[in-house]
């Protein structure tokens, strides 16, 4: 099993983090608080009162955690289509596998990152909706004083199940939406790159950020569920599962609760996603 996937999944996926934690955070805030009044709100009200490290609340773990859930993204789906088309990285610009392998293998890596990313992901989200400013002498002290603070915390509270509260909802969200994240990606890139070539910068730049737009316009629906999900239990338990909570908002806040926070996740999705792909494929065409 080639492990140069993994390793470039694991670099690719820190980088585009860091450039995309700050959308993350406003994001989180407008799908689970109703504090804020838009995008801009948010922003504001989160540099004011939490100063400019407020919109990295929560990075540390992902940056750990969301590179290797990367690496299991990435190396997964290439390993997926190896089994499926017999072909490498490298050989697959000859050799291009169809829509369907894609697919498969995208929905194959979606589920099983999805796993790994379940317990981080939840801390990140725990993490993320604590708004007492960054810790000063004298303000009110959060309820979690960090990432392992937090996962010790659910632990004891809600035990080893409860790292996984939403895992189900994050499942759901991932799984089509990575096999739609690498046929946008390869679609793009088979259309703007002549035939038996490697895309160039510019082309995977561009199929990146619209493989990651599409990807995440399709999964905001679960992602808003999958962050009440997560944060349901922190005082008592409101949702009795997955399809309670989505009927239980609907009922509450209209259909246009499902597309909370898309502006930013597509906002967000455009320069990470390049940024990934870029990252990710010439550590491939280096290391090839
Ligand atoms: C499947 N879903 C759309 C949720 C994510 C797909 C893109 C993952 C990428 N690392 C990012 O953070 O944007």
Redesign the pocket.
């Known amino acids: 099993m080639p492990v140069e996937e993994f390793v470039a999944g694991w670099i690719s996926?820190a980088l585009?983090?860091v450039l995309?934690h700050p959308f993350d955070t406003v994001k989180v805030r407008l799908q689970t608080q109703t504090t804020y009044r838009g995008i801009v709100d948010c922003m504001v009200k989160i540099y004011r009162h939490e100063s400019l490290l407020g919109f990295f609340k929560g990075m540390s773990f992902p940056l750990a955690s969301?590179a290797v859930v990367?690496s299991v993204?990435f190396g997964v789906y290439s390993n997926t289509l190896l089994v499926l088309t017999a072909t490498s990285h490298q050989e697959r610009r000859a050799q291009p596998p169809s829509y369907t392998h894609i697919f498969l293998a995208g929905c194959t890596g979606?589920f099983l990152q999805a796993y790994c990313l379940a317990p981080f992901d939840l801390i990140k989200v725990r993490l993320q909706n604590q708004t007492e400013p960054v810790a000063q002498p004298g303000s009110p002290q959060p309820q979690y004083q960090g990432p392992v603070h937090c996962a010790a915390s659910i632990f004891r509270e809600e035990g080893y199940r409860g790292l996984f509260r939403g895992a189900w909802a994050l499942m759901l969200?991932?799984t089509p939406?990575?096999g739609i994240?690498f046929i946008t990606y390869e679609g793009l890139c088979r259309q703007y790159t002549p035939e038996g070539q490697n895309p160039s910068s510019a082309t995977v730049l561009v199929a990146g950020g619209f493989a990651?737009i599409a990807?995440?316009v399709?999964?905001t629906p679960l992602?808003v569920i999958k962050s009440r999900m997560q944060m349901d239990g922190l005082r008592r338990r409101v949702y009795q599962g997955v399809l309670d909570c989505m009927v239980s908002s609907v009922r509450q806040e209209g259909l246009g609760v499902f597309f909370r926070g898309v502006t930013i996740n597509s906002a967000?999705?455009f320069p990470?996603?390049a940024v990934?792909f870029l990252s990710y494929e010439y550590l491939l065409r280096w290391w090839g």
């Open positions: 996926g585009g983090l995309g969301i990367n993204l979606g969200r991932d939406t990575v994240y990651g990807s995440w399709a999964a992602d967000r999705a990470v996603n990934t």
